[in-house]
């Protein structure tokens, strides 16, 4: 039987416009993935000044509403009357600078958002249950991350200062500290952080957009420990509002971790700074016990895992490159030097 056989000149012809082929078409995709992730950093980079300018109307806002006060002399009654400074708080800051500028940035980019603006997926009551307290872990340990973090500035010679909150004096200032302090910042943090900010980034990636809106509620708290603070809890509070896609959880979570310390100035004003102490503890010892149960049960369903993390494509941006692209724009540059400069402005030397 005869065999046909193809010279070998043919041969390397028809490999030589195989592998042209082949080259030119990996040189296609290879551009049109370059491409895409040039353009992903693009609207990025749009979204940072947007973020940039909302943050900014956040910090004008605030001195606009210290210079109505001094412009209507209730200076002073706002640094000795703890009910109006609850209620000067709670509308001033969370409310007027905080909810409707965060509210108008999401109106505006409503059809930017691949999901409903407050996500509400039900969740069985036990699993609700155990998200809250694996969150409040979180919370504690972020809380003796902070405590080591100020015995480590003392010992260098540095005081990290924090904002005091005025302690109530009646049973209306109890009622009026824990709305203030626990039930409003919970609720109107939340929708601005885990609603409006983070229902913007996370179709640009959930750990990048988790990481975002953790480094943005840290840095506007303008506090050294409140920053630190703010921004391991925002990180726990992202991730499981991406993991229950409910907002339901880091709302509690808020409101229980605010609601220690108004519930131990209370105890300061019903008793003494011994219960206050006490209280405290209490309530940390619980979270603790709590938090663990929590944390195996949710281990053991295995939702602590992270596969909602998006499998890595080629020349995709990492999140560094993204983050990069989200606060290293102008929009962004201008409010955060205000937000580092108070911010370092609370390390004062012994």
Known sequence: MDYYYQPPEMNQNYNSQYNDEMFRQNMF???????????ERKEIRKLGNIFGIVITVFLVFQIFSVSLLNSFGLY???NSSQL???CFNTLAIEVFAL??????????????YESELIPTEKLPFGRFCAWVGFGMLCCVGANYIVGFLVMVMNSLGFDLVQTETMDPDSPITCIANIVSTAVVPAVCEEFAMRCCALGLLKKYGKAFGVTAVSIVFGLLHANVLQFVFAAIVGLTLGFITVKTNSILPAVFIHAFNNGISAFSSIFAYAFDDKAQEVSVYVLFFFW???????TIYLSYKKQLSRE??????PFANSVS?????FFLVPGMIVPFIFLIYFTVTTIEKI
Not at 99 to 112: H, S, Y
């Open 76 to 78: 002073d009654i706002y």
């Open 308 to 313: 909602w993390r998006a499998p890595k494509e």
């Open 321 to 325: 490159k993204k983050l990069g692209s």
């Open 99 to 112: 909810v409707i500028p965060f509210g108008m940035m999401a109106f505006l980019n409503r059809k930017k």
């Open 288 to 294: 603790i016990i709590v938090g663990i149960i929590s």
């Open 84 to 86: 109006f400074n609850s």
């Open 29 to 39: 995709y290879q551009n049109k993935a370059i491409n895409k992730a040039f353009e």
